[in-house]
């Protein structure tokens, strides 16, 4: 019997190629639902392949044209259509992909469905870890880890015990080896160009910070409920020892593969079972040579001890860390600020905010609207100094 899958973000990176990884075992999956935001013309040819019985878009307006071409398809749109995309009746389980706070409340009412999560939305953990964990261990819901690094450190525990440390590798970014004067002058092409990895735009340049390495160790903390003081931050340039495990007694299991997305997204889809998928490369002992590893740069990547602090402190520290950071981000890309501007308004944001401990869903939501609009305003205070 196939596995039935709903994937919230089909045209973006992730999405994608879970429909490559699906397509390759569609003995094993059957795609009910996609979901899309503004890239239409490819969600028409993912529903062409695929024929989803639901389909999720951003605008009503794209509805009408979908319905045109797609009369038997249900259409349904905007944040209501993601949460009736989640929780439909028909699915197994729900591959979040898109970014964003968007990814929050459709994983929360699947959970409450008790459908299994496949995650690879970065706030759902960061802004609501403790909510979302504590329901899945409620509703007996599995959290599958579709990030590399936390899957890495998934399969390395594989129900163990005695674990000591989390270790998270990090390849360092397109600025690992930049000095103080090159950070100044860096500018977005040079961001987003990742040495490694081929991924969304705001993604990359949160690789560059090293902000989505300390995005990463808060939602390590909560998929393993690991103390900050156990996960550590190891920079690894080539990109093949995707996360370990350091156990009491001293021994370290690493996993380790080529830097590739899909084979992440498959184990999610397929666990606990293993299976052959779409890639073939094997990883070469021989061919990679050497793997260095080197401790990160605190004062050259600053938001990665910012993430840090933000995950220790906890209550909405988070959601203000996540939000400002994510605002400023969005800022750079459209040329409004530098580069070191990221981190600049990150920190004076979340220097003074004051944080709700224990906070609701509504909370959560309601700070991270205020601190956008917070830093807005202070975006626009740079681009008029500029």
């Given at each position: 019997?196939?596995?039935?899958?709903?994937?919230?973000?089909?045209?973006?990176?992730?999405?994608?190629?879970?429909?490559?990884?699906?397509?390759?075992?569609?003995?094993?999956?059957?795609?009910?639902?996609?979901?899309?935001?503004?890239?239409?013309?490819?969600?028409?040819?993912?529903?062409?392949?695929?024929?989803?019985?639901?389909?999720?878009?951003?605008?009503?307006?794209?509805?009408?044209?979908?319905?045109?071409?797609?009369?038997?398809?249900?259409?349904?749109?905007?944040?209501?259509?993601?949460?009736?995309?989640?929780?439909?009746?028909?699915?197994?389980?729900?591959?979040?992909?898109?970014?964003?706070?968007?990814?929050?409340?459709?994983?929360?009412?699947?959970?409450?469905?008790?459908?299994?999560?496949?995650?690879?939305?970065?706030?759902?953990?960061?802004?609501?870890?403790?909510?979302?964990?504590?329901?899945?261990?409620?509703?007996?819901?599995?959290?599958?880890?579709?990030?590399?690094?936390?899957?890495?450190?998934?399969?390395?525990?594989?129900?163990?015990?005695?674990?000591?440390?989390?270790?998270?590798?990090?390849?360092?970014?397109?600025?690992?080896?930049?000095?103080?004067e090159e950070l100044q002058n860096a500018n977005l092409d040079k961001a987003l160009a990742h040495p490694r990895w081929n991924m969304g735009k705001k993604i990359t340049v949160d690789s560059a910070t090293l902000m989505n390495k300390g995005l990463e160790v808060i939602?390590?903390?909560?998929?393993?409920?690991?103390?900050?003081?156990?996960?550590?931050?190891?920079?690894?340039?080539?990109?093949?020892?995707?996360?370990?495990?350091?156990?009491?007694?001293?021994?370290?299991?690493?996993?380790?593969?080529?830097?590739?997305?899909?084979?992440?997204?498959?184990?999610?889809?397929?666990?606990?079972?293993?299976?052959?998928?779409?890639?073939?490369?094997?990883?070469?002992?021989?061919?990679?040579?050497?793997?260095?590893?080197?401790?990160?740069?605190?004062?050259?990547?600053?938001?990665?001890?910012?993430?840090?602090?933000?995950?220790?402190?906890?209550?909405?520290?988070?959601?203000?860390?996540?939000?400002?950071?994510?605002?400023?981000?969005?800022?750079?890309?459209?040329?409004?600020?530098?580069?070191?501007?990221?981190?600049?308004?990150?920190?004076?944001?979340?220097?003074?905010?004051?944080?709700?401990?224990?906070?609701?869903?509504?909370?959560?939501?309601?700070?991270?609207?205020?601190?956008?609009?917070?830093?807005?305003?202070?975006?626009?205070?740079?681009?008029?100094?500029?």
């Amino acid at each position: 019997m196939r596995k039935k899958i709903a994937i919230l973000g089909s045209t973006g990176s992730i999405g994608t190629q879970a429909l490559e990884v699906t397509e390759k075992l569609s003995e094993k999956f059957e795609i009910i639902a996609l979901s899309a935001g503004n890239n239409i013309h490819l969600l028409k040819e993912q529903i062409r392949k695929f024929s989803p019985k639901y389909v999720s878009v951003k605008n009503e307006t794209d509805t009408i044209e979908l319905k045109k071409e797609f009369p038997n398809i249900n259409i349904l749109y905007g944040n209501e259509g993601l949460i009736e995309l989640a929780t439909l009746n028909e699915i197994d389980t729900l591959l979040v992909a898109v970014s964003g706070k968007i990814g929050l409340k459709p994983t929360i009412e699947a959970i409450k469905k008790k459908k299994n999560i496949a995650l690879a939305n970065k706030e759902t953990l960061v802004m609501a870890g403790d909510i979302v964990m504590k329901l899945a261990r409620e509703n007996n819901v599995q959290i599958l880890p579709v990030d590399s690094e936390h899957s890495a450190i998934f399969q390395c525990i594989n129900g163990g015990k005695n674990v000591k440390k989390l270790i998270i590798t990090a390849s360092g970014g397109p600025f690992r080896t930049s000095n103080k004067e090159e950070l100044q002058n860096a500018n977005l092409d040079k961001a987003l160009a990742h040495p490694r990895w081929n991924m969304g735009k705001k993604i990359t340049v949160d690789s560059a910070t090293l902000m989505n390495k300390g995005l990463e160790v808060i939602e390590a903390h909560h998929l393993f409920n690991f103390d900050y003081e156990d996960i550590k931050v190891v920079i690894h340039p080539q990109s093949y020892v995707h996360s370990a495990v350091e156990f009491v007694d001293g021994s370290i299991i690493a996993q380790i593969g080529i830097p590739s997305m899909h084979i992440p997204i498959q184990y999610a889809l397929t666990y606990p079972d293993r299976v052959e998928g779409i890639e073939t490369e094997s990883f070469d002992f021989i061919k990679a040579a050497k793997l260095e590893f080197y401790e990160p740069d605190y004062e050259k990547f600053p938001s990665l001890s910012l993430a840090f602090k933000a995950g220790k402190l906890g209550g909405t520290y988070p959601v203000c860390m996540n939000a400002a950071n994510e605002e400023a981000v969005f800022a750079f890309l459209d040329k409004k600020i530098k580069y070191l501007d990221i981190y600049k308004i990150t920190k004076s944001i979340f220097d003074d905010y004051k944080s709700i401990d224990n906070p609701t869903l509504d909370q959560i939501l309601e700070e991270d609207e205020k601190v956008r609009e917070l830093t807005k305003k202070i975006i626009k205070k740079y681009e008029e100094n500029q």
